[in-house]
């Protein structure tokens, strides 16, 4: 049974860096898309962005210029970092693994283990 | 950015069903290969649908997905009290290499 498991500083100041880590337990980390979604109180889900095994990511275009998700495969490990976060980016931080499955004609895609979440609150 | 459009809110009584959609800014939904997903109060999301219609291992056979035209469905049946949450489609958008997601329906059981 795969499992996320996620940590980091719940409270910030703004302008602080936002720092997150997922840990990957139980299955394979290689075969998959590693992504964070955040969720602001009250409201939906956003996808902040992905990285793969190999380091390859992509990046939600809101968030780009503050966002970096990096890997260690050597810990099954992916992380988040947010810089110059306000108020705005008070929310729940998930991590979630991303499934992607090609057949003859086209591929999809879901998330299909989803971690607890991190509260991460900006306030001065 | 392609949007996806969900009502805010549907109710129906326990042992009823309801259906949620989503729409989509293209011509055929069925190419984006829509998930849900239950996000039960207080906790984190959980996948009911992938590829429009298909059900994990686990998720009961009352949940099921339908994709058509320009907008996807989520059907419930056989309604419990139990399934108080709120609904989110997603989807992987190829061509800006993003994910999105529907602004999510609360279901209330009456």
Known sequence: ????????????????????????????????????????????????????????????PSLKSRVTISVDTSKNQFSLKLTSVTAADTAVYYCARGVRVWTDFYYYCYMDVWGKGTTVTVSS | QSVLTQPPSVSAAPGQQVTIS????????????????????????????????????????????SASGTSATLGITGLQTGDEADYYCGKWHGSQNVWVFGGGTKLTVL
């Open chain 1, 1 to 60: 049974q795969v499992q996320l498991q996620q940590w980091g500083a719940g409270l910030l100041k703004p302008s602080e860096t936002l720092s997150l880590t997922c840990a990957v337990y139980g299955g394979s980390f290689r075969d998959y898309y590693w992504s964070w979604i955040r969720q602001p109180p009250g409201k939906g889900l956003e996808w902040v962005g992905e990285i793969t095994y190999s380091g390859r990511t992509n990046y939600n």
């Open chain 2, 22 to 65: 989503c729409s989509g800014s293209g011509s055929n939904i069925e190419d984006d290969y829509i998930s849900w997903y239950q996000q039960l109060p207080g906790t984190a999301p959980k996948l009911l649908i992938y590829d429009n219609n298909k059900r994990p291992s686990g998720i009961p056979d009352r949940f099921s997905g």
